[in-house]
């Protein structure tokens, strides 16, 4: 599981400019007014080999100096209880400011690695406004430009060198159990059906903590099952902070994602799909994880047709595509409708993400895919693909096709020799990766 690195600092700073530089995307908005960054971004970042997510606190709306204040202490205070390392950013042409200060009051006081980040660093005229930022008491300030880059790899090195080492004894404990997380949008029933699972038989559970500080894996051993449940300390103890409920929401999924195999999304049935909903689809999909879709409140819908959820699977494949080979079931919570469907679907999905497809089946199935339709020719050179195989080890299924082009083969052509391999064999559920690689 990688670490998490929260960005925190007042509006305005170029939090979002510094986060899209570092996740080499476009994805936060960015513009000059302050707040507005509203949803809560989330990325990865690959330094040198070191994987770790980025989350962007950025996200109030100011209607006083009151309200602006409180909302940043919060911001703050779950960035420090839920981060593993802290980039606290600062306006290199403003200088340090009385919310700078408060700010940096509160990080000293926490027992988290802080990296100070002197932004808006575009030319060397403003490069001789960092040394104010020792007044904060965080140490040396990095200067840097979310703009053009400039820093930014410095400060990359540093990051890397301030995370802190992962417990790989406790993930190896864990390993040969399967992991299921229960994500979605606030109040979509995931406390419902955690208790729906567990119920009053507390005595068959036994918490393991995780691998980081506030992952907990829950053992769930009834009923012919055998699991972990991922969930996270945040969700059982009340919270020290007045919590933002979407912000927290979002960091739990963060982690919940990152520690487990399959992610079970709990959708509301009584409001169709969300904006959040996708949000953290896309988060499941960028960790690469299994997939179960839930439509809770399902007894609260007028509607039950097969063909009312026929229409309903429709609307979710079309908002999730293009991964749209995933199961989707309804259920209650409440009602424990078809919940023991949901953890016998989330094992077989999570057996989909071991399947091994022997070399010799492999090649002589999927030959016959690649004569009937070749790859199209790139400038009057055509492409051959002459042998694949399936990575062993690998934690999502992984299939490396060999041929004499590889920079030719473009993504639509891959994704049909996914489609080609899923029509063949059993992954729905779980990613696919398709390489191509010369020989």
């Given at each position: 599981m990688s670490q998490l690195v929260a960005i925190v600092g007042r509006p305005n700073v170029?939090?979002?400019?510094?986060?899209?530089?570092?996740?080499?995307?476009?994805?936060?908005i960015v513009d000059e007014t302050a707040g507005t960054t509203r949803d809560r971004q989330y990325g990865k970042v690959d330094w040198n080999g070191k994987e770790f997510s980025i989350v962007d606190t950025g996200g109030w709306v100011v209607n006083s100096d009151d309200i602006f204040?409180?909302?940043?202490?919060?911001?703050?205070?779950?960035?420090?209880?839920?981060?593993?390392?802290i980039l606290f950013v600062v306006d290199s042409m403003n200088g340090v400011t009385d919310l700078d200060d408060h700010v940096a009051e509160i990080l000293r006081k926490s027992r988290k690695p802080v990296i100070l980040v002197a932004n808006k660093v575009d030319s060397n005229e403003w490069l001789y406004n960092t040394p104010e930022f020792y007044k904060l008491g965080l140490g040396d300030p990095y200067?840097?430009?979310?703009?053009?880059?400039?820093?930014?790899?410095d400060l990359l090195d540093e990051v890397v060198r301030e995370l802190p080492e992962k417990d790989e004894a406790e993930e190896e404990q864990l390993d040969d159990i399967p992991k299921?997380?229960?994500?979605g949008r606030p109040n979509a029933g995931k406390s419902s059906l955690i208790n729906a699972f567990i119920g009053e038989d507390r005595h068959i559970v036994t918490d393991i903590a995780g691998t980081t500080r506030d992952s907990i894996y829950t053992?769930?051993?009834?009923?012919?099952?055998?699991?972990?449940?991922?969930?996270?300390?945040?969700?059982?103890?009340?919270?020290?902070?007045?919590?933002?409920?979407?912000?927290?929401s979002v960091i739990r999924s963060i982690r919940a994602i990152e520690a487990s195999d399959v992610c079970i999304l709990m959708i509301d049935g009584t409001r169709g799909i969300e904006a959040q909903d996708v949000n953290i689809f896309s988060l499941i999909q960028r960790n690469r994880k299994g997939l179960v879709v839930v439509v809770n409140k399902w007894d609260l819908v007028e509607d039950k047709s097969t063909a009312a959820m026929k229409h309903y699977e429709e609307a979710i494949r079309n908002r999730f595509a293009p991964f749209t080979d995933f199961p989707i079931i309804f259920s209650s919570a409440l009602t424990k409708q078809r919940i023991f469907?949901?953890?016998?679907?989330?094992i077989d999905v999570y057996q989909n993400r071991r399947r091994v497809v022997p070399t010799s089946q492999l090649n002589t199935y999927m030959q016959e895919v690649i004569s009937a339709y070749p790859p199209p020719a790139n400038k009057g050179k055509y492409v051959k693909i002459k042998y694949v195989t399936m990575l062993k080890g690998a934690q999502v299924p992984t299939f490396?096709?060999?041929?004499?082009?590889?920079?030719?083969?473009?993504?639509?052509?891959?994704?049909?020799?996914?489609?080609?391999?899923?029509?063949?064999?059993?992954?729905?559920?779980?990613?696919?990766?398709?390489?191509?690689?010369?020989k």
């Open positions: 170029g939090k979002s400019t510094l986060f899209n530089r570092l996740t080499q995307s476009r994805t936060a204040e409180s909302e940043i202490n919060k911001q703050v205070e779950l960035a420090i209880e839920q981060a593993d390392e200067p840097v430009s979310g703009i053009n880059g400039y820093g930014t790899g299921f997380a229960i994500v053992r769930y051993n009834k009923f012919g099952f055998d699991f972990y449940l991922v969930d996270t300390a945040g969700i059982r103890k009340k919270n020290k902070v007045n919590e933002d409920i979407e912000y927290y469907k949901i953890l016998e679907t989330a490396i096709f060999f041929c004499n082009l590889p920079q030719w083969v473009k993504e639509p052509y891959r994704r049909y020799l996914e489609n080609k391999i899923r029509e063949k064999w059993d992954f729905c559920g779980t990613p696919v990766n398709v390489f191509m690689r010369e």
